[in-house]
């Protein structure tokens, strides 16, 4: 092995604790030493800092990395402070003097890792006094900010790139992001001078998080039921809308939770004391509209619910991505009311988009729609929606893949509604062909003479909203095609060909299995220490998953460590962790050995 790279091996274990690199991790580590511009593209969680912090450390001289948000930044400097590693930020929440006694040190190379906002490439100072020491390279954090494809572009992040030319430095750039698709990646590599054969694209499969949709459950039930269960459980329920926040967050107050909320109508004070109940874990429960999540890097989030359907795959997966974040299984569930997809219509009716966008727009929020319907793996249906290479077949823990094997053959069914489609002309929506099978009187089916299609009433046994789920679910099966729009018909695939001459059988899932949890360690000592790391951290003013994260303390509960050469097994505990919070936690586990005993006695 090449001797930086046994270095980055060296790295992992004494400053950060943990005992392999993920996926990607060391391909883009290697690129990085070799002095190669690079890009990684890993999805949230996937371990993005590790891949500039490690060579970071490796390379002589200091470490530039930009990033869009304040809270970003205070975070990463925070984590690795925790580990020992000198690092800090430049940003407008410092004054004058501070600012300039920065400089003054990173002159001096006081810093492996500086953190500023891409503004910052705009001071003539600040130039300056990089342009005076070595740098091991500049990084770009959320490079997806560079793009106008992106969905978060930010001018200010594509403008640095010449003050970067005429640094006089030819330091590589690494460039990380979740965001995957293609023009945004061609768009960075383009703009970044990365040649294709150092960009790492890892994909976007997660295999810690369960993803599970619940149709017409009663949702405020299965919230108190859900949070109930998981009081030590840090968790956040996204609303659609303002209004719907503030109802669930008084509902759940008013029923003896504690809750935070936030949203973009409450003031900034408020706003901010609410993410810090959160992060601190002060309250577990967080409500909020979409307008919380882009920036919180707290990793141990074990469940994201959302409580209406978003306007799309791209910001559900972004949001539901949040929980996680240190590897441990987690909850993803999806609350599903078809009349939800009103709501999310009317927001798009109501926007000021153009025509042509508000077209994609739709076309976005049915994908969404059939998330909530579809029989197939959930985590295969959102790589499919990406376009992701990986091959996975079924995730096996999403609630489709564990429904019980039963299968129910509803092929007369589907023919019936495949029939009906075909008669009706091509030209209906869902509502109106579930309401001919229904056999309803309405006035409009009297109105084109839907009551004497031979179609009619030929599921009258079902309940009309019944007949509408099957129906979505064979379109999301790929039986029928939608034609979309503000009003979607929908007409046969080449799919139904066969159903309808007999040649193929339509199978679907009978019931629902409860996911079960495969978590063999000791819950009691997780709780007590969940409270020694949560006095901890008040007295360091950091958030408690910067002292451990989840990940590691369930470490702790199954190995139990009582020795430094114990703890240091553990992941997540590198040499300066050790000498900060090391002695607590041995002395914690043994306290609760001496009242309860070790499992194993
Ligand atoms: P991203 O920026 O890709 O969303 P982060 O860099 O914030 O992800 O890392 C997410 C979590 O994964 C952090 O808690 C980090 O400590 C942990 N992590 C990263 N790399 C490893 C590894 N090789 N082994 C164990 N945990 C890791
Ligand atoms: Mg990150």
């Known amino acids: 092995m090449n001797l930086l790279v046994s270095k980055a091996h060296d790295i992992l274990k004494t400053i950060f604790g943990f005992t392999s690199f993920r996926s990607g991790q060391e391909t883009v580590i290697r690129h990085i030493l ?17 891949c500039y912090q490690v060579p970071g450390l490796v390379l002589d001289g200091t470490a530039i990395i930009i990033s869009p948000l304040i809270s970003l930044m205070k975070d990463q400097v925070d984590s690795l402070q925790a580990n020992g590693v000198p690092a800090t930020f430049i ?8 600012q300039k006694d920065i400089l003054e040190k990173i002159r001096h190379s006081t810093y492996k890792f500086v953190y500023v906002a891409p503004e910052r490439f705009e ?43 005429r640094l006089g430095t030819a330091c590589p750039l690494v460039a990380l992001t979740a965001t995957a698709t293609d023009r945004v990646i061609y768009d960075i590599q383009s703009l970044l001078n990365i040649r294709p054969e150092y960009v790492t694209n890892t994909g976007f499969h997660r295999d810690n998080l369960h993803f599970r949709v619940e149709r017409g459950v009663k949702k405020s039930e299965f919230i108190k039921q859900y949070v109930s269960a998981r009081s030590q459980d840090s968790g956040i ?13 008084s ?3 008013s029923n003896g939770f504690r809750a935070a909320r936030y949203h973009a109508g409450m003031s900034e004070e408020e706003r901010s004391t609410a993410q810090n109940l959160f992060l601190q874990d002060d309250v577990t429960i ?7 999540g882009m920036g919180i890097n707290k990793s141990n989030v074990r469940y994201i619910i959302h409580y209406g359907i978003p306007m799309n795959i791209e910001s559900y997966y972004q949001e539901a991505g949040r929980a996680g974040r240190d590897g441990e299984d987690s909850e993803c569930i999806l609350l599903f009311a078809a009349n939800d997809v009103q709501l999310q219509k009317f927001l798009i009716e109501q926007s000021s988009l153009e025509v042509l966008k508000k077209e994609q727009e739709y076309e976005k929020l049915h994908a969404m729609v059939q998330y909530g319907y579809t029989n197939q793996c959930l985590q295969r249906y959102i790589l499919d929606y990406f376009s992701d290479p990986n091959q996975l077949k079924r995730c096996g823990t999403c609630s489709n893949c564990l429904k019980s094997g039963e299968l129910e053959d509803v092929t007369k069914e589907a023919q019936m509604v495949l029939s009906c489609v075909k008669r009706m002309g091509e030209r209906f929506g869902v509502s109106m062909t579930a309401k001919v099978l229904k056999g ?7 109105e084109f003479g839907f009551e004497k299609l031979s179609t009619y009433g030929l599921l009258s046994h079902y309940r009309e909203a019944d007949i509408g789920t099957f129906i979505q679910q064979l379109i999301a099966d790929g039986y029928l095609d939608v034609e979309n729009g503000k009003y979607p018909t929908i007409k046969l695939s080449n799919r139904a060909l066969p159903v309808l001459k007999g040649e193929e059988k339509v199978w679907h899932h009978a019931r629902v299995q409860e996911v079960k949890k495969n978590e063999n ?6 709780a007590y220490l969940r409270g020694l790391r949560k006095k901890l951290a008040d007295q360091s003013g950091i958030p408690p998953y910067i002292v451990f994260s989840d990940a590691t303390l369930k470490d702790f509960c199954r190995m139990m460590p009582l020795t430094k050469e114990q703890m240091l097994q553990v992941k997540g505990v590198g040499e300066r962790k050790w000498e900060e919070y090391g002695e607590y936690f041995i002395n914690g586990i043994q306290a609760f050995i001496d009242q309860y005993g070790s499992d194993e006695s």
Request: net charge negative; hydrophobic share 35%.
């Open 237 to 249: 329920i996204y609303a659609p809308t303002r209004k719907l926040t503030d109802q669930v967050y």
């Open 91 to 98: 940003n407008s929440t410092l004054s004058q003097t501070e």
């Open 440 to 446: 309803s009187s309405s006035q409009k089916i009297r």
């Open 123 to 165: 001071s003539f100072e600040f130039i300056q006094t990089i342009n005076s020491i070595q740098l091991s390279f500049i990084a770009f954090d959320e490079a997806h900010c560079i793009s106008q494809w992106g969905h978060d572009f930010r001018p200010s992040y594509r403008s640095i790139i010449e003050n970067i030319k």
């Open 521 to 526: 360690y000791n819950e009691d000592l997780f």
């Open 34 to 50: 070799d002095g190669h511009h690079t890009l990684a593209v890993m999805p949230t969680g996937g371990g993005k800092s590790l």
């Open 251 to 253: 509902w759940l107050m």
């Open 286 to 292: 967080m409500v909020a509209t979409n307008a919380f």
